[in-house]
């Protein structure tokens, strides 16, 4: 793995044209189209989208984003940036603050620098696996919590409204339902949270920059089956994701499993 200072001095610089993109825009008052699956766009996606790949793609990288078309060369190329402009457009067009810009670097699969921008909140999140992780631009840690009871767990707003955590109900830990999976994963990363994970499948630019983030602040990040994560494949689309601070990884998944085991009886 090479050194990540001047990827990571590239997100930086890109988050933060991101984020000025964003002043010409307001939440909670914004055009709204939809895509096939009635997923939400707006014009902001399009319009950061352009701007990240300007401030970021350089000959011979990668380039896979929910807002362009898939160009398949990138399976070719060792690094690819993996970004979602706009990950939680429902809740932008809905003016709820928890929205981000997510950009990740992967290296021959593996994500390896990350950064996350909430444009609403201010808050940044920036990591790299040999640099650890920043917030708001201080050192910051995943949490080191090794028990379930009392675990703050942030959940999927959709998943939740649509009764999918309801297995969950009598677990011994406190629910969060909350929008954008990257910005949950960097609040994870963070140490603002214990853990998070996802019921259903997610693509590769929901995830990868939270994914870096995470690992480089010495927390874990896999699937639920718990194989490692690995980015840009032929299909974004992954498995579902669970993401915790180091010492919580083996509870977390025996309580998962049990309730899973539960639902399908």
Wanted: aromatic share 6%; hydrophobic share 40%; net charge negative.
């Amino acid at each position: 793995m090479k050194d990540q200072s001047q990827t990571l001095q590239r997100i930086k610089a890109a988050l933060e044209a991101a984020r000025s993109v964003f002043t010409g825009f307001t939440p909670g008052a914004i055009e709204t189209r939809y895509k096939v699956g009635s997923d939400p766009v707006t014009e902001a996606d399009r319009a950061v989208d352009r701007v990240l790949r300007k401030e970021l793609l350089q000959p011979g990288e990668g380039w896979l984003s929910e807002e362009s078309v898939d160009d398949p060369t990138r399976l070719e190329r060792s690094r690819v940036w993996v970004v979602d402009p706009l990950d939680g457009t429902r809740e932008f067009v809905a003016g709820i603050p928890e929205f981000v810009v997510s950009v990740a670097m992967v290296e021959d699969g593996r994500p390896v620098a990350g950064g996350i921008c909430n444009p609403a909140t201010g808050e940044v999140f920036l990591g790299s696996l040999d640099s650890g992780m920043t917030y708001n631009g201080k050192p910051a840690s995943a949490s080191r919590r090794s028990v379930v009871d009392g675990a703050t767990v942030l959940a999927s707003r959709s998943e939740v409204k649509r009764g999918e955590w309801q297995q969950f109900a009598e677990a011994p830990f406190i629910v969060t339902p909350m929008g954008s999976v990257a910005y949950k994963l960097a609040l994870v990363a963070a140490g603002l949270a214990d853990a998070t994970f996802t019921l259903t499948p997610k693509n590769e630019w929901d995830v990868a920059a939270g994914a870096a983030l995470v690992q480089s602040a010495g927390g874990i990040v896999c699937t639920l089956d718990g194989a490692d994560l690995r980015c840009n494949n032929q299909s974004p689309l992954l498995s579902g994701l669970v993401a915790c601070g180091p010492l919580l990884k083996e509870p977390l998944f025996a309580l998962i499993a049990s309730h899973s085991a539960a639902k399908t009886r």
